[in-house]
């Protein structure tokens, strides 16, 4: 590959569809503390979080007063959960398990998502993909998650030690969410977004929109990266 030289997936929403159950997870755990969640919240509010940002910030706008005790008590009730609704059935969107192994057969693959390490390799290892990736960093793994840069600044800096000479501006985040695209952005990746969470209209500052992994290709990904790293350059383009 003369242009594309890395890729780094969000992990919900864009490789597993696990969104649906990862609010049923905080829905269970959040009844044992007398607080609902509607889906409309969750997604248009705190999908973007990782699962202490989940619970401190609705915590925060409930006027709930938690304990970093609590909110670690929560995570784990929750992280028990979402591990027995993940095993009860297939997660991956269409054409993920496919893109993936083309993707890692051209150029290095990470992932920065703001979900439990444990939750991505089940996942991973489930579906016979763990091998594809030679970074995962998770919930955790930085000071910040998503929408700081942290996440893909710390995937960037994994995947540069073990490959000399990449460039941020040929490497390209994956994303399904404005946050996550916040976060790719001020980590200085190329950024593509998948509409399987949010319409094209709500991925500001996407250069490429496509309906989803089962639609995009490594060669579309090599052209985005040869041209000018514009934010939103390509925003409007969404390719089915």
């Not at 997936?9 to 159950?21: H, T």
Request: with cysteine; glycine share 10%; proline share 4%.
């Amino acid at each position: 590959m003369s242009g594309l030289q890395a890729i780094v997936f969000d992990f919900d929403g864009v490789i597993a569809d696990s969104e649906p159950l990862h609010l049923r997870a905080f829905q269970h755990t959040l009844a044992d503390i007398g607080v609902t969640l509607s889906a409309e919240d969750y997604y248009g509010r705190y999908l973007g979080y990782d699962d202490v940002g989940v619970f401190v910030a609705l915590a925060r706008d409930r006027g709930v007063g938690l304990t970093d005790q609590q909110v670690s008590s929560l995570v784990e009730k929750k992280g028990t959960r979402i591990q027995e609704l993940l095993r009860a059935g297939e997660v991956l969107f269409p054409g993920a398990a496919d893109f993936i192994r083309q993707a890692a057969a051209a150029v290095p693959i990470a992932i920065a998502s703001g979900a439990q390490r444990h939750e991505i390799e089940e996942i991973l290892e489930a579906t016979q993909l763990r091998s594809c990736f030679a970074v995962i960093v998770a919930a955790g793994d930085t000071p910040q998650g998503k929408p700081s840069p942290q996440p893909y600044a710390r995937a960037f800096e994994l995947l540069q030690q073990a490959s000399d000479g990449l460039q941020t501006t040929r490497c390209v985040a994956i994303e399904d969410s404005r946050w996550g695209l916040e976060s790719a952005r001020g980590a200085g990746l190329r950024s593509v977004a998948v509409t399987n969470s949010y319409p094209a209209a709500e991925l500001p500052g996407a250069e490429l929109i496509v309906d989803g992994l089962n639609t995009l290709t490594i060669s579309m990904l090599d052209e985005l990266v040869a041209g000018p790293a514009e934010a939103g350059q390509h925003g409007s383009e969404v390719r089915a």
